[in-house]
DNA sequence: GGATTTCGCTACTAGAAGTATCGATACCGA
DNA sequence: TCGGTATCGATACTTCTAGTAGCGAAATCC
């Protein structure tokens, strides 16, 4: 039971912190090739390691572009006693802007090929991606899970969709027309 | 100049009529497989056929499983007289139970992630799948091409992020007020 | 029957996911 | 200072898949 508390550790050599530098890779490779032709091989040499080394992270490539989704999302930024209407919006503007940086759109939906024949995949995709944002706004807007999820599919669903559409981002003004059809939905 | 108006068949064997087999096989495959494993070659041997014969007729996989769902989707059913409310209602159900079908969704999801690294199959999935839809529907609802664009993305996007992330098409529930919704946007 | 085209079949190339191995390296504790 | 341990980079490898090439056989028209 002795240093139970003293979390110290583990020996041999740490692990180099690399994962900022391949995330980074990996959405540009993606952005540039695309989900089928950004290989591992060529994220390895873009971020500077050896592909051996991300495999020893990320079991799959699948797994690394989840992992990179991840990160590139992070937590929602709500703002203190906003109302449910500018909870919405924000959350709806969050997700339009993080579609558009580059590489996200195709990662997403490359990812989403994948998990489709993938339950192990889907898994992780709906646990450590969606859920977090689900549960956030199922508090922020006092709605059911079943509503949120709804939410959910109509806004990240429409502005991927117009991306594998167009290979362009949605533009303003249908964003705009994004956040007043759905706030219309808020009973 | 002669025979100008004859459009008499031309010479050689005439191609044998599998496409529609070649189609159902390949729907099969992938809602087995997902579009990643679906190969050329087991398609192939479910539709009994050699896999040059489909390389004969379709350039590359992306453009066989497009035509798979163009020739799956179909014209849409519209009555006549209906109102534009009933339009959009009309639309948005048969797209909703289009992409219930098995491997549709699967298919559709796999073609969009090669369509975003490749221009030349977003212009035949743009072309070919799309725009009957949106010209259709500009014209019974009397809406913009930007309009309609926008409606497509969002009855389609919706409907395909809820089959990837749970697998399972959407709830009637769900698609009654993805129907509600929508109408709430006509004019 | 001859010309023409598609058919199935086999073999092939090119490229990518993922694995195995090994010497080198970085950190910890004694 | 030195041994233990775990990671690193590099190389080679296996397996699988998209797509191509070439062949003799079969089907149709004239």
Redesign the pocket.
Known sequence: MARATTP?????????S?DAAVFAATLSTVHELGYT?????RIAAEA??????I???W????ALITACLVDAFGPLPLKEGASRAEVMETAIRYGAARITEPGIAAAFAGVFTDAIGDPALREILSTQLQDPYRLVLQEALGESEQRVLFFVDVVIGTLLHRMGMTGEPMAAADVDALVTMIQRELT
């Open positions: 110290s550790r583990s020996p041999g050599r740490p692990r180099s690399v032709r950004a290989t591992v091989d500077g390691v050896a592909k051996t080394t495999y020893r992270r079991p799959s490539k699948g």
